[in-house]
């Protein structure tokens, strides 16, 4: 049974932090790119930072580069995105999404990945 959970979101003020993780069940996170993705109300959802499988290769959106960092755990269990420096605008609901199919999309783009999380919310304001 493939899984994804997300955990860690909450109320922030601008300028502090939160870890994201996303938990998995039934794979490995070494052998699929993993997604973290967000939507907020009216918009579509959108790729924030995913990392590749097996070499790890990192992608960022333009938006949080130098802000956020995607790490995953040696346990192959767990996927996390690092937020610092947060503003009002990263306020949205943030999912993780898996690429199971080895889809030829990049791994920033929503439509390669094949399974997602139930989202975890993320709220920035003073």
């Known amino acids: 049974h493939l899984q994804l959970v997300e955990s860690g979101g909450g109320l922030v003020q601008p300028g502090g932090s939160l870890r994201l993780s996303c938990t998995v069940s039934g794979f490995n996170t070494n052998y699929y790119a993993i997604g973290w993705f967000r939507q907020a109300p009216g918009t579509e959802r959108a790729g924030v930072s995913c990392?590749?499988?097996?070499?790890?290769?990192?992608h960022y959106a333009d938006s949080v580069k130098g802000r956020f960092t995607i790490s995953r755990d040696n346990s192959k269990t767990t996927v996390y995105l690092q937020m610092d420096s947060l503003e009002p605008e990263d306020t949205a609901v943030y999912y993780c999404?898996?690429?199971?199919?080895?889809?030829?999309?990049?791994?920033?783009?929503?439509?390669?990945?094949?399974?997602w999380g139930n989202g975890t919310l993320v709220t920035v304001s003073s």
């Open positions: 990392i590749r499988n097996f070499a790890g290769t990192t």
């Open positions: 999404g898996v690429d199971i199919y080895y889809s030829e999309h990049p791994c920033l783009d929503r439509d390669g990945m094949d399974l």
